[in-house]
């Protein structure tokens, strides 16, 4: 297969893009000074794209590449593929599932224990060297809290599993009541929100989802609700949590996600009840493997006329 | 009974200058109150102390046996703490006194903190909110990765009321428990094994939250770190004394073990300043039991304990110290 094209967006891991260069003509377009001239050059020999969850096939990039067979993307969002193009123009879509499901779902926990427990602001304050007996702050009990979670798909799921634990009762939103479970059930996200102490953001992003979580959710929330975003940044209107952190309205956030990334807004460097994170839900040796992994199957499984491992389109 | 007498019974409180609890005043007002800490002192401290028969002990306050020879007539040790390594137990022994501690108090609180510490090592989160709030990610773009959760394998060293919170949680993540404890826990469906560093030589997230005595001092030693690795990790939410601390610091620093979650230390609140360059390591205040709803459960816990002692029922959180007969 080394004579097949595969455009690569942009450096995501070294694992993957040794693997494409080994078996595959890899081209890395990040690399290339000007992409359009670039772009004319290659049309007729790139057959593929990999594209993750910062960088993926736009329309533009699609209808470039007129011998575009297949996007095989390095995340499990595809908000930056634009699959109505792929649809029409018959190329074929795959994404990671399930393989990083465990990592997202881990660090939610690990984020609602840090915001509550003050835990990385217990780290900061041994390190600053100022730490003296008896002097000490009380902070919040995590088990037995209610966890509201948006979106109970695979990674929503595994949050609920996690929390139960942790003795949490679990409620969820999503478009329909899911038959299969017995955590309840809220028909709005605002009223999830005013019965949860911790609400985590675990659903896709789509037209509809976008800022799910506005000032309405955060004040239903309330001041002593936390907010935890494994999602995307753009599920929550960043202002106005931002408003609702700074003046109090909000008990904290544990965020891993930022609407405009990697610009996380500088108010909220000042807050202990914050926990910040540069988008490392997934970011583990392990699943970086098993995600290069399905990129390289689904490409194999396309170019040697097998079923897909992991088709969405 | 308490209520038939004219004079409330007499409570010693025993505690450090600076280790308060809220319930002192509610005691105040309930039983007549000893503390050789009050200025001026009871009027009747040296006849009333002698004929004492119970004692609060506040937190981590030392109960030596020149302590409870100030009291002669002492019986019962209330303490609000979860571990008992600050008793002199053969000097309570020889005098048949009795100790309560903090029971499962304070477990929810310390097992979540322990999965809490174990969260933010392997997927470096108390790093990474450095590395953002210091303005690095425009900059560096990419933070480094970290280390899987889910289906590591969890070694506990004391399955006690926290050890065995801890591993519930940890299921819940698919992650495989191993234990060890003085013996074998019957119906327990871990695996155990007869020592630390065998323990050690299974896992990956090695976990120590047994009591400190004697015989668990420095229970994790050189031996049991190097067993454990460059890819394990240890998370002591136990008392500091149960690691060796110089060891352990040397075995950070050169790499030999992966990292650590530690909210106790051997000699608090000095913390090794070799660890604060480390971002494999996550330091904490000893704040694992630090929650109101903790300090709420042990309060009343003490209350009733100090209420069931005067009226001869049963204490609850005792100790059993096997007295001989």
Known sequence: MDAIGVLMLCPMNNYLEQELDKRFNLFRYWTQPNQTEFLAQHADSIRAVVGNSTAGASADLIDALPKLEIVSNFSVGLDKIDLTRCKEKGVRVTNTPDVLTDDVADLAIGLMLAVLRRICQCDKYVRSGAWKLGDFRLTTKFSGKRVGIIGLGRIGLAVAERAEAFDCPVSYYSRSKKADTNYTYYGSVAELASNSDVLVVACALTPETTHVVNREVLDALGPKGVLINIGRGPHVDEAELVSALVEGRLGGAGLDVFEKEPQVPEELFGLENVVLLPHVASGTEETRIAMADLVLGNLEAHFSSKALLTPVV | MAGDEETPPALILHHLPNFKLSIFALLRSKYTVLDPLDDPPHPSFPELS????????????????????????????????????????????????????????????????????????????????????????????????????????????????????????????????????????????????????????????????????????????????????????????????????????????????????????????????????????????????????????????????????????????????????
């Not at chain 2, 959760?149 to 992650?175: Q, T």
């Not at chain 2, 030693?221 to 394990?232: H, Q, R």
Request: with cysteine.
């Open chain 2, 50 to 325: 002698n004929a004492a028969r119970l004692m609060l002990c506040a937190g981590p306050t030392p109960v030596t046996a020149a302590v409870l020879d100030r009291y002669p007539a002492l019986e019962c040790v209330v303490g609000s703490s979860a571990g008992i390594n600050h008793f002199d137990v053969a000097a309570c022994r020889s005098r048949r006194i009795r100790i309560t501690c903090a029971g499962d108090s304070f477990s929810d609180d310390v097992a979540d903190y322990a999965v809490g510490l174990a969260i933010d090592v392997l997927r470096r989160v108390s790093a990474a909110d450095r590395f953002v709030r210091a303005g690095s990610w425009p900059v560096r773009r990419e933070y480094g990765l970290g280390s899987k959760v889910s289906g590591k394998r969890v070694g506990i060293v004391g399955l006690g009321s926290i050890g065995s919170r801890i591993a519930k949680r940890f299921e819940s993540f698919g992650c495989s428990i191993a234990y060890t404890s003085t013996k074998k826990k019957p119906n327990i469906p871990y695996t155990f094994h007869a020592n630390a560093a065998r323990l050690a030589s299974n896992t990956d997230i090695l976990i120590v939250c047994c009591a400190l005595t004697d015989e668990t001092r420095h229970l994790i030693n050189t031996e049991v770190m190097a067993t454990l690795g460059n890819s394990g990790i240890i998370v002591n939410v136990g008392r500091g004394a149960l690691v060796d601390e110089k060891a352990l610091v040397e075995m950070l620093v050169s790499g030999e073990i992966g990292g650590a979650g530690l909210d106790v230390f051997e000699h608090e609140p000095r913390v090794p300043r070799e660890l604060f360059a480390l971002d494999n390591v996550v330091l904490s205040p000893h704040h694992a039991v630090l929650t109101p709803d903790s300090l709420g459960a042990i309060e009343d816990l003490l209350l009733a304990n100090i209420e069931a002692f005067f009226s001869n029922q049963p204490l609850k959180a005792e100790v059993q110290l096997e007295f001989a007969s």
